[in-house]
């Protein structure tokens, strides 16, 4: 199994950054990425990253605002937030599949990914 930790979420003002970390650990993966899911409603994919090349995918709504990296040597990979809006208020999950593309296609089927964190809350108040 592929562990994964998130941490750095908080409440932060509208137009703020925040950086959010995602510690892996366990078996092989290839992709790190982060979905936000609101209470009551579906994960929207946010970003993904390959964990040996750095090529990255991005969500619509994040694309430009968002940056999402990784450290190899700590398996951990971040998601730097700019500009952030109350509509980003979300649960922020980690999860772990074998390609970024992967990633963003289990948007509407998140159990068939490798791995699923447990989430960070992120609160944006305007």
């Known amino acids: 199994q592929v562990q994964l930790v998130e941490s750095g979420g908080g409440l932060v003002q509208a137009g703020g950054s925040q950086r959010l970390s995602c510690a892996a650990s366990?078996?092989?993966?290839?992709?790190l990425g982060w979905f936000r899911q609101v209470p009551a409603q579906e994960p929207e994919f946010v970003a993904a990253?390959?964990?040996?090349?750095?090529?990255?995918l991005y969500g619509d709504s994040v694309r430009g605002r968002f940056t999402i990296s990784r450290d190899n040597a700590k398996n951990t990979v971040y998601l730097q937030m700019n500009s952030l809006k109350p509509e980003d208020t979300a649960v922020y999950h980690c999860?772990?599949?074998?390609?970024?593309?992967?990633?963003?296609?289990?948007?509407?089927?998140?159990?068939?990914?490798?791995?699923w964190g447990q989430g960070t809350l992120v609160t944006v108040s305007s």
């Open positions: 999860a772990a599949d074998r390609h970024p593309k992967n990633i963003r296609a289990h948007e509407t089927s998140v159990r068939d990914l490798d791995a």
């Open positions: 990253i390959s964990f040996a090349t750095g090529s990255a």
């Open positions: 366990g078996r092989t993966f290839n992709a």
